[in-house]
């Protein structure tokens, strides 16, 4: 049997939304093989249930790593487990997708980066936006605006019930513009191709139920080498408010693209992780004018209505993985840009702490 037609083996550790969207492919999709789940909790039964009841169980990562010896381990635990997890499946002489964000740390991320390139193993990042035909599309449009550009964005969250423990649990480690904006910093990075030199953040702890310290509102902005500046805001909880909660916008000297999500922008979806990746329509805005300074073009609305849903947008990433083992492909820059986007984001979160602006440069 050749390389490309062995069965990927996969540990699963992580049972929540994302490790079980990235059970339910390596389940469905020809080239991968579940070979284990993890999870210290009941979850571990629950999605082993939901993909038919065969898998191995266990509650030890060490004790999984040595009886099943995986190809490959997909990393969905929080955020402060990922560090230590990612290297003891690069050191077991496995290739990692570790889903975002690298680390709990900017070190801690270096030290994964520099593990997996020591192991000469494949390290692939969950910045699933990246693999959305929708996003692509929006990224390649804002380069044709022209510089400087204002890169508005935000997600947040009135979470509640099961979504609102879920973030709670994240705000152990985690503020919402690191776990969260990691993402949206990322395509601002990707819009410039530009560095960003300075960074400044504010934010609010509007409740009790997280850490002292922490926050569940916050609202960052960078500027780029470039002259181009751009904010995102994030805030999570149940008193979060869905007025404008959804704003993806992006201007330039030449005019302007929209992310307009009419369905998935709608009251009572904020916190639906559906929701977050959907777009629907991208409005393209010029701002060329004819001799009476009127605008010459009306708007372009770009239907995005077939675009893939959640679960096949975390089938194209694991199907990435499995090209970038097969192919060999060079994720160099795939996880700098990983460690650069957590970078930034600790950086503004620096700025929360402190009420300083801080310089990247």
């Known amino acids: 049997m050749s390389e490309n037609t062995k069965l990927l083996r996969v540990l699963v550790v992580g049972c929540g939304n994302m490790g079980t969207s990235h059970a339910f492919a390596y389940h469905t999709l020809p080239g991968f093989q579940i070979c284990g789940i993890v999870s210290t909790g009941k979850s571990k039964e629950v999605l082993n249930q939901k993909l038919g009841g065969d898998y191995p169980l266990f509650s030890d990562l060490d004790e999984a790593l040595q009886q099943t010896q995986p190809d490959a381990v997909c990393i969905s635990t929080y955020p402060d487990t990922h560090e230590s997890f990612a290297i003891k499946a690069l050191e077991s002489n496995c ?28 390290l692939v990042v969950g910045y699933i936006l990246r693999h959305h035909p929708s996003w692509i599309q929006f990224v390649e449009l804002t380069r044709e605006l022209g510089k400087p550009l204002v890169m508005r964005m935000n997600l947040n969250q009135q979470s509640h019930g099961a979504a609102w423990a879920v973030h709670k649990n994240l705000m152990k480690s985690l503020s919402p513009i690191v776990d969260c904006g990691v993402h949206y910093i990322d395509v601002m990075c990707q819009m410039t191709r530009s560095r960003p030199v300075q960074v400044s953040a504010i934010g609010a702890r509007l409740t009790n139920d997280i850490p002292v310290g922490n926050y569940n509102y ?25 007025t404008a909660f959804f704003v993806k916008d992006v201007i ?29 329509w991208l409005r393209y805005h010029r701002a060329d004018l004819n001799e009476k300074e009127e605008l010459k073009l009306e708007d372009a609305w770009i239907s995005m209505e077939d675009e893939p849903d959640h679960q096949e947008l975390c089938n194209r990433e694991q199907l990435y993985f499995l090209k970038a083992i097969h192919e060999n492909l060079d994720l160099t820059d795939h996880v700098a840009d990983a460690v650069n986007s957590l970078r930034i984001a600790f950086a503004c979160d620096e700025s929360v702490r402190t009420g300083q602006v801080v310089s990247l440069i």
Do not use: C
């Open 95 to 122: 290739h990692v997708f570790l889903e975002k964000p690298i680390a709990d740390s900017v070190a801690g991320a270096e030290r994964v980066a520099a593990a997996a390139q020591k192991a000469n193993k494949k």
């Open 218 to 242: 916050g609202q960052l902005q960078i500027r780029f080498e470039d002259g181009s500046v751009g904010w995102y805001e994030a805030g999570w909880g149940p008193m979060i408010s869905e």
């Open 252 to 280: 330039g000297p030449k005019g302007a693209v929209s992310i307009v999500a009419k369905d998935a922008g709608a009251a009572g979806k904020s916190d639906s992780v559906e929701a977050h990746t959907k777009t629907e």
